[in-house]
């Protein structure tokens, strides 16, 4: 398909316009006119920028791009080599940040509810961001954090009590500890995100609510992995998602 095809429809299906966000979104880097190989990951490393040269890709797409809001923007060093493999080898680059979080059906949120059996029922945060709802069946902290530890295959920080009955649930995947209020007042029982901070265990400690940290990248990995096979089905063209471990 042409590249042009690939960027329109993945705009519209992401709608990035909606989203003020951190970074652009979609074409990020120009790479050749036509798409028939797509090489899929959480970020755009080096290692992945080199496992799509090795699988001859024409395109990768990322959760996590490049030129962040208030990073260097000089082109040296790293920067200098993921840019030159890029354009050395003629490859697209397509980065969705905000917009996969949040996608109903795609998005990192999404795919973590419907392979944990959560029942969504509302949205929070800034640009409703942060999922809300309640679990398939109820069980306790601890029978909770297993079933995230086996589906993430890495066992979780959990602040809370083991024996404490889980029910109404919220989460976000990523940095989104910065949500944990918003969460408790909401009157949850427990909230799930990538990351933890230093007050996020004084939060959980003193409100009850139990925390589970599940990692950043393992909290990520479902929404490009979702989208990947998306472009697939729709499109029949090879996209093959690469998991590069990451332990936070």
Not at 136 to 156: D, F, I, S, Y
């Amino acid at each position: 398909m042409k590249r042009e095809e690939l960027v329109n429809y993945l705009d519209g299906l992401m709608t990035p316009g909606k989203f003020r966000d951190y970074c652009p979104n979609g074409l990020q880097v120009e790479g050749r006119s036509e798409i028939s190989r797509i090489v899929a990951g959480v970020t755009a490393s080096q290692a992945l920028l080199d496992a799509a040269v090795e699988r001859h890709a024409d395109a990768i797409l990322v959760h996590h791009g490049y030129f962040w809001k208030g990073e260097d923007g000089r082109v040296t060093g790293i920067r200098r080599k993921r840019l030159a493999t890029l354009l050395a080898h003629d490859i697209s680059l397509l980065a969705y940040h905000l917009p996969l979080d949040a996608h109903p059906e795609l998005g990192n949120n999404a795919q973590l509810a419907s392979r944990l059996g959560w029942i969504p029922e509302g949205r929070f945060g800034e640009q409703d961001i942060a999922w809300l709802g309640t679990l398939l069946e109820a069980c306790n902290l601890t029978a909770l954090a297993g079933k995230v530890a086996r589906l993430l295959g890495r066992e979780p920080m959990v602040i809370g009590e083991g024996s404490r009955p889980i029910r109404r649930i919220a989460w976000c995947s990523g940095g989104a500890q910065g949500y944990f209020e918003q969460a408790i007042a909401l009157g949850v029982d427990a909230f799930m995100s990538g990351e933890i901070s230093e007050q996020t265990v004084h939060l959980a400690r003193e409100s009850g609510v139990a925390y589970i940290a599940a990692g950043h990248h393992a909290t990520e990995r479902y929404g490009v992995e979702a989208l990947a096979e998306h472009l697939a089905q729709r499109f029949g063209i090879r996209c093959e998602f690469v998991d590069l471990d990451n332990p936070v």
